[in-house]
């Protein structure tokens, strides 16, 4: 179910810079999604209607980090041709709307019309429907943690066809999953767990925290004994190999955020401002190695659903 953001807490003041609001057992978000928390070492606000309250700091996210070290020519031109590919679409479905838009933001100044050209560009993106995988992927991972934290996901279902996924696509990539931790014999320790990396100043949720039940084993020879817990990120994009299809390429932004998660500390969102705290693991993830289960959305829809563990190496 889509909820807007006025669904939730009313606008905060004092040493707010923009509006932010709280979903249940989320982080503080602004407008743009970024997350916010109370300062690390307990600063307090010292005026304005918070005062005596935590003061919030604005943190980064642990999925844009590794983005900085990532090549990003391909995906840069794929999204110039998508925002060309939607203004089409739009073209054949509604053009006489389109070139009165187009004639409105033509009179505009390029410096002080941002947000103007930005909604364009949005808007651009959703007629060419580039956002579908990544919504695609966002609901397999609501799939997988309403079935792991054993409450019904068939309701959800409904969302994912709307998406384009079939209802059976849906059940083979929720099975795959389950048949992957028994496989691995993956015990869950955590499930979309909030967290924050002080240091690097990063906040977020991640996927999984699993024990191996049995020892672990990779083909380039790497075991990983049973007992250790291990942080698990889920993806469900396409996965790349090496040129002879030896070694697979993991994403390296991937790898970052596996290692910025790794070393957060919980972050318990409390209902009300003021009520977050941190606090720590009941246990030690190991320091050298997280895995990325893969369950490819795009294997499902082509009527195979897989999932498999990919080793990443932090250390």
Same mark, same amino acid.
């Given at each position: $179910?889509? #909820?807007? =953001?006025?669904? +939730?807490?009313?606008?905060?003041?004092? &040493?707010?810079?923009?509006?932010?609001?709280?979903?249940?057992?989320? +982080? $503080?978000?602004?407008?743009?999604?970024?997350?916010?928390?109370?300062?690390?070492?307990?600063?307090?606000?010292?005026?304005?209607?918070?005062?005596?309250?935590?003061? =919030?700091?604005?943190?980064?996210?642990?999925?844009? =980090?590794?983005?900085? #070290?990532?090549?990003?020519?391909?995906?840069?031109?794929?999204?110039?041709?998508? #925002?060309?590919?939607?203004?089409?679409?739009?073209?054949?479905? &509604?053009?006489?709307?389109?070139?009165?838009? =187009?004639?409105?933001?033509?009179?505009?100044?390029?410096?002080?019309?941002?947000?103007?050209l930005d909604g364009f560009v949005g808007n651009a993106k959703a007629w060419a429907k580039a956002n579908l995988t990544a919504e695609r992927g966002t609901h397999t991972h609501l799939l997988a943690e309403l079935d792991d934290t054993d409450r019904d996901p068939i309701a959800a279902m409904e969302n994912g066809e709307a998406l384009g996924i079939p209802i059976e696509a849906q059940h083979a990539m929720l099975e795959a999953w389950r048949l992957l931790c028994l496989q691995h014999s993956l015990e869950i320790l955590a499930t979309e767990a909030t967290v924050v990396h002080d240091e690097w100043r990063q906040a977020g949720t991640l996927d999984r925290i699993v024990r191996l039940g049995a020892d672990l084993h990779f083909a380039n020879g790497v075991t990983i004994p049973a007992g250790t817990v291990l942080l698990c990120d889920i993806k469900t994009g396409k996965l790349r190999t090496s040129a002879n299809g030896a070694t697979v390429d993991y994403w390296h932004s991937y790898a970052v955020q596996c290692c910025v998660y790794r070393d957060s500390q919980p972050y318990r969102c409390g209902a009300d401002d003021g009520d977050d705290e941190r606090c720590d693991w009941p246990f030690e993830m190991d320091l050298e190695y997280a895995v990325i289960a893969h369950i490819p959305v795009e294997e499902a829809l082509n009527g195979q659903a897989t999932a498999r563990l990919v080793l990443v190496d932090i250390d």
């Open positions: $179910m889509a #909820i807007a =953001l006025d669904d +939730f807490d009313t606008p905060l003041a004092g &040493d707010d810079n923009g509006v932010r609001r709280r979903t249940p057992g989320d +982080f $503080m978000r602004d407008g743009g999604g970024t997350p916010w928390v109370t300062n690390p070492d307990g600063a307090v606000v010292k005026s304005g209607p918070r005062k005596g309250l935590p003061k =919030l700091e604005k943190y980064g996210r642990p999925s844009s =980090l590794g983005k900085d #070290i990532e090549n990003t020519y391909n995906l840069d031109r794929w999204n110039e041709r998508q #925002i060309v590919r939607g203004v089409a679409v739009r073209m054949l479905t &509604d053009p006489t709307t389109l070139v009165s838009e =187009l004639c409105e933001l033509g009179k505009l100044d390029a410096d002080e019309s941002k947000s103007e």
